[in-house]
């Protein structure tokens, strides 16, 4: 359990810090007290789920993107997934064109 906790509180921090937002200003962007960030950083609490969730809605990604350490960037991630579903079929090729050209430099 514990294991699961430190990540938590490292990945809320990893990606507050990514954000460029003190745990003040986080905590009452979303409607807690001005400690509460603090509080999980620290490991005093974690967050309930439903605050998990509004944390993950905070940072714009989805609760399965918030357990994926490989990800650095899940917010930007997220985002580049939003606007391919748009995408036809051509343009979604030539865009893992340009992701596999990119990946050989």
Known sequence: ????????????T???LKKDV?????????????NYI??????????????????CEYF???PMMFFDAENRNPGLVHQ?????????????EMLIGFIRRLHKK
């Open 60 to 62: 714009d990604i989805t």
């Open 22 to 34: 003190s745990e003040y200003q986080m905590s009452l962007d979303i409607g807690m007290n001005r």
């Open 38 to 55: 603090q509080g999980i950083s620290s490991g005093k609490s974690l967050p309930s789920m439903e605050a998990f969730i509004n944390i």
């Open 80 to 92: 580049a997934l939003k606007e391919m579903h748009d995408l036809d079929e051509e343009d979604l």
């Open 1 to 12: 359990m514990e294991k699961y906790a430190t990540f938590i509180r490292n990945r809320i």
């Open 14 to 16: 990893e990606l507050r």
